[in-house]
């Protein structure tokens, strides 16, 4: 049961179908390949998922409602779920504006 286990969980490392994807271009054209709901969603995830790393790397903690929110938003149907993470975004790129340090983070 472990190795089946360990098998499904293969699929989210680097190289596997649903991993981090490091390249750029390979992101926005698996993106692109996805039905319109789930391309937005992809889209709000991988700008989240962008401005993440920013915070990381700038040893930056994330604002308090948007941790407190991201769990949250995992239940939510597809097309809220969308909806959360844009507004979710949107509190990260104002949180860095008002930090001063919003000019190195891709849109």
Do not use: C
């Amino acid at each position: 049961m472990t190795e089946h286990k360990n098998k499904k969980l293969d699929r989210f490392e680097s190289g596997g179908d649903l991993g981090a994807i490091e390249d750029g271009e390979t992101r926005e054209q698996r993106i692109a390949s996805l039905p319109p709901a789930e391309r937005a969603l992809a889209q709000e995830s991988a700008r989240f998922a962008d401005l993440f790393q920013y915070f990381s790397h700038q040893q930056m903690d994330l604002p308090h409602e948007v941790a407190a929110e991201i769990f949250r938003v995992s239940m939510l149907p597809m097309a809220d779920r969308t909806v959360a993470m844009h507004r979710l975004n949107k509190i990260l790129m104002e949180h860095l504006d008002d930090a001063g340090q919003g000019s190195g983070v891709r849109q």
